[in-house]
């Protein structure tokens, strides 16, 4: 396929993508304009033209929707998420997948991930149905680069091809928007400084390299006019190409680099690659093999719903109830704001200054013009309002279809029903709700597992040369986590290992360069040479991710504490440390750190006592407070 052929194949792509998802786009924006309450019209907002009758008096603004969104958002912020990376072969090492893990949450933090970008794209999952995530490497933070996330606009991603997978490995690929300036667009593509040049801006209509009729009114898809910029499209798309492999000595097949491979026969197979194209029109200003290994589109989904390839959004279900509530709200207040006003209808024409004459009767009421009788000057409104119960009842109607349909009732919202008290009376009323909702939080940790599978994969591609990273944390000279001691145990054996005739000062010297614990931070050596080995080599090795995730909101954490306690009073010896670690108190790990050391030096001086007094001096090695036997029953533990 020449050039000029592909360029407009891609175009027409794009286009046809866009014209599929049109009509469900008009939905996306009623949808955020409901969270937001942007729009005038019908969202608890006065139409402009009632504004105006009622002088821009204080609008009605219900905010159902924007409750139940903060909800579902809230419970993921409250939702504690633990991603950790687990060995998948024989070349992985159980030591690097807890450095992988540990350097995950290292380009989670550089990305402000969590807070900003995971967060905003998993909102406009609940809004719209789809949110975006991308996982790159890049050069806008750090001049020689660094693994990069952020939140992509929902408006500016296209769906190429159906699919059924929640991954897009079945699709065609991906298309996303990137308006630009000329001059940003010419700094970005300086080989194709021609073809953008040659695309007028102050024209009507933007000249297409071709004159085929697929193109039609296209100049929308080449400059955007009210941005006043072009639209640049990044085409992401899967290509079977064929490729050559050699079989390795454990029978595993190698992909061949080299042409000329000699004696050796090649197996010949098609793989699959990540082919990304850059268009301006019927132009492609770039071409080229994705740049990752993992063989991946690097826009991570977060999908709400997906039926039969359809992909929806929770507010699309909420839109209609929502409106509702909003009319018959509006009818209401406007009927009682004519009746007790005492407004009258006023001939166009009748009074020469209405300002004069609304002074003259006091502020009582409003005068509005209308095209009356000539024999009637003025009218006093008289409205029936028989009808407001009726408007009220069907507005609570509407509120309650919202929460069934929805799923999300006065429990979930925060509300204390009358009659439950307890928290666990309250979380058993949260629970139908958070079943329904599962879907929406099934979907949500899968694409943190990709997320996360895709960070490690530009780990092992990218973080290929020694280095040290600091990671921050709960750490501290005086106190380490009990997996903290095992990974140094590991690593002095590892180095130990490598030279045997090295001494214990010098292993001890050359672990703290693969691992060195400050207060408040670990330092982590990746890929260090330490005689013939290369420690901690993150590029080694198949890993993938395991997900546990459980709600943190304050009444399952209270909810969790009790069990504990409970478990205490039936004799069964919990550590101090997990009971601490329960509390929603701050410095947990200090006071765990100062309880820890306070017990152990009250061991040894029990030690010191006994001597003296002829005893034998007890066996026993003092105990962390890890596993400290705590017998008190309902005393509560002792620390």
């Given at each position: 396929m020449d050039g000029d052929m592909n360029a407009e194949t891609l175009f027409k792509e794009f286009r046809e993508a866009k014209q599929a998802e049109e009509k469900q786009r008009e939905v996306w924006n009623d949808c955020f304009n409901m969270v937001n309450n942007w729009t005038d019209d019908e969202l608890g907002q006065w139409k402009s033209d009632w504004r105006e009758l009622m002088k821009d008096r204080p609008t009605l603004s219900l905010n159902y929707i924007r409750k139940f969104v903060n909800r579902i958002c809230g419970t993921q912020r409250m939702t504690k998420m633990d991603e950790k990376v687990i060995p998948r072969d024989d070349d992985s090492d159980p030591i690097v997948a807890e450095i992988l893990t540990d350097l995950r949450k290292y380009v989670y933090d550089f990305n402000d991930a969590e807070t900003v970008h995971i967060a905003k794209a998993f909102r406009d999952m609940i809004i719209c149905g789809r949110g975006w995530v991308k996982v790159e490497w890049t050069d806008e933070r750090e001049a020689l680069g660094e693994i990069g996330i952020k939140r992509i606009d929902p408006f500016n991603v296209y769906l190429?091809?159906?699919?059924?997978q929640y991954d897009l490995l079945d699709r065609k690929g991906i298309c996303e928007v990137l308006p630009m300036t000329k001059e940003e667009a010419i700094a970005m593509f300086p080989e194709s400084e021609d073809d953008i040049e040659a695309i007028p801006t102050d024209s009507e209509e933007p000249k297409m390299?071709?004159?085929?009729?697929?193109?039609?009114?296209?100049?929308?898809?080449?400059?955007?006019?009210?941005?006043?910029?072009?639209?640049?499209?990044?085409?992401?798309?899967?290509?079977?190409?064929?490729?050559r492999f050699i079989q390795g000595e454990g029978g595993e097949l190698i992909q061949a680099e080299a042409e000329d491979l000699g004696p050796v026969k090649p197996v010949k197979k098609k793989i699959r690659k990540v082919r990304v194209y850059y268009t301006l029109g019927n132009k492609v200003l770039r071409e080229e093999d994705s740049p990752y290994k993992h063989g991946r589109l690097d826009l991570i989904p977060f999908f709400a719903y997906t039926d039969n390839g359809m992909i929806t959004g929770t507010v699309q279900d909420l839109i209609d109830p929502q409106k509702e509530i909003n009319k018959r709200r509006s009818e209401a207040l406007y009927l009682f704001a004519i009746a007790s006003k005492g407004n009258s209808f006023v001939k166009k024409g009748a009074i020469d200054d209405m300002d004069e004459a609304q002074k003259r009767l006091g502020g009582w009421g409003q005068l509005i013009e209308v095209n009356g009788q000539p024999s009637e000057v003025t009218q006093q409104i008289r409205t029936d309002l028989s009808a407001v119960p009726a408007l009220?009842?069907?507005?609570?109607?509407?509120?309650?279809?919202?929460?069934?349909?929805?799923?999300?009732?006065?429990?979930?919202?925060?509300?204390i029903p009358q009659g439950a008290k307890s928290g666990r009376a309250i979380q058993e009323l949260?629970?139908?709700?958070?079943?329904?909702?599962?879907?929406?939080?099934?979907?949500?940790?899968?694409?943190?597992?990709?997320?996360?599978?895709?960070?490690?994969?530009?780990?092992?591609?990218?973080?290929?040369e020694p280095k040290r990273i600091r990671i921050a944390g709960d750490y501290s000279n005086k106190f380490l986590p009990p997996q903290m001691i095992d990974m140094r145990q590991q690593l002095e054996a590892q180095v130990a290992m490598t030279n045997p005739f090295l001494p214990p000062e010098m292993v001890a010297m050359q672990t703290n360069q693969l691992l060195d614990v400050l207060p408040g931070m670990k330092i982590l050596g990746i890929n260090i040479q330490i005689g013939n080995a290369r420690l901690n080599d993150v590029t080694v090795g198949r890993y993938d991710i395991l997900i546990d995730h459980v709600a943190q909101n304050p009444t399952t954490r209270r909810a969790q504490y009790y069990d504990l306690l409970n478990l205490v009073s039936m004799g069964i010896p919990v550590p101090p440390r997990h009971l601490i670690e329960a509390m929603d108190i701050r410095n947990k790990e200090t006071i765990i750190a100062s309880i820890e050391q306070m017990m152990q030096m009250q061991a040894m001086a029990g030690m010191a006592q006994a001597q003296p007094q002829g005893g034998t001096p007890s066996m026993q090695t003092p105990q962390p407070m890890d596993i400290a036997l705590n017998v008190n029953g309902s005393q509560g533990p002792q620390l």
């Amino acid at each position: 396929m020449d050039g000029d052929m592909n360029a407009e194949t891609l175009f027409k792509e794009f286009r046809e993508a866009k014209q599929a998802e049109e009509k469900q786009r008009e939905v996306w924006n009623d949808c955020f304009n409901m969270v937001n309450n942007w729009t005038d019209d019908e969202l608890g907002q006065w139409k402009s033209d009632w504004r105006e009758l009622m002088k821009d008096r204080p609008t009605l603004s219900l905010n159902y929707i924007r409750k139940f969104v903060n909800r579902i958002c809230g419970t993921q912020r409250m939702t504690k998420m633990d991603e950790k990376v687990i060995p998948r072969d024989d070349d992985s090492d159980p030591i690097v997948a807890e450095i992988l893990t540990d350097l995950r949450k290292y380009v989670y933090d550089f990305n402000d991930a969590e807070t900003v970008h995971i967060a905003k794209a998993f909102r406009d999952m609940i809004i719209c149905g789809r949110g975006w995530v991308k996982v790159e490497w890049t050069d806008e933070r750090e001049a020689l680069g660094e693994i990069g996330i952020k939140r992509i606009d929902p408006f500016n991603v296209y769906l190429k091809g159906k699919g059924q997978q929640y991954d897009l490995l079945d699709r065609k690929g991906i298309c996303e928007v990137l308006p630009m300036t000329k001059e940003e667009a010419i700094a970005m593509f300086p080989e194709s400084e021609d073809d953008i040049e040659a695309i007028p801006t102050d024209s009507e209509e933007p000249k297409m390299a071709s004159g085929d009729d697929y193109l039609g009114d296209a100049e929308d898809d080449v400059f955007d006019r009210q941005q006043n910029k072009y639209v640049i499209v990044r085409h992401q798309q899967y290509e079977w190409v064929d490729a050559r492999f050699i079989q390795g000595e454990g029978g595993e097949l190698i992909q061949a680099e080299a042409e000329d491979l000699g004696p050796v026969k090649p197996v010949k197979k098609k793989i699959r690659k990540v082919r990304v194209y850059y268009t301006l029109g019927n132009k492609v200003l770039r071409e080229e093999d994705s740049p990752y290994k993992h063989g991946r589109l690097d826009l991570i989904p977060f999908f709400a719903y997906t039926d039969n390839g359809m992909i929806t959004g929770t507010v699309q279900d909420l839109i209609d109830p929502q409106k509702e509530i909003n009319k018959r709200r509006s009818e209401a207040l406007y009927l009682f704001a004519i009746a007790s006003k005492g407004n009258s209808f006023v001939k166009k024409g009748a009074i020469d200054d209405m300002d004069e004459a609304q002074k003259r009767l006091g502020g009582w009421g409003q005068l509005i013009e209308v095209n009356g009788q000539p024999s009637e000057v003025t009218q006093q409104i008289r409205t029936d309002l028989s009808a407001v119960p009726a408007l009220l009842g069907m507005e609570e109607r509407s509120a309650n279809d919202m929460k069934e349909i929805s799923g999300l009732h006065d429990a979930s919202l925060g509300q204390i029903p009358q009659g439950a008290k307890s928290g666990r009376a309250i979380q058993e009323l949260q629970q139908p709700g958070e079943t329904m909702i599962s879907e929406l939080f099934d979907n949500y940790v899968f694409s943190r597992k990709m997320l996360a599978q895709m960070v490690v994969g530009l780990i092992q591609q990218f973080y290929n040369e020694p280095k040290r990273i600091r990671i921050a944390g709960d750490y501290s000279n005086k106190f380490l986590p009990p997996q903290m001691i095992d990974m140094r145990q590991q690593l002095e054996a590892q180095v130990a290992m490598t030279n045997p005739f090295l001494p214990p000062e010098m292993v001890a010297m050359q672990t703290n360069q693969l691992l060195d614990v400050l207060p408040g931070m670990k330092i982590l050596g990746i890929n260090i040479q330490i005689g013939n080995a290369r420690l901690n080599d993150v590029t080694v090795g198949r890993y993938d991710i395991l997900i546990d995730h459980v709600a943190q909101n304050p009444t399952t954490r209270r909810a969790q504490y009790y069990d504990l306690l409970n478990l205490v009073s039936m004799g069964i010896p919990v550590p101090p440390r997990h009971l601490i670690e329960a509390m929603d108190i701050r410095n947990k790990e200090t006071i765990i750190a100062s309880i820890e050391q306070m017990m152990q030096m009250q061991a040894m001086a029990g030690m010191a006592q006994a001597q003296p007094q002829g005893g034998t001096p007890s066996m026993q090695t003092p105990q962390p407070m890890d596993i400290a036997l705590n017998v008190n029953g309902s005393q509560g533990p002792q620390l």
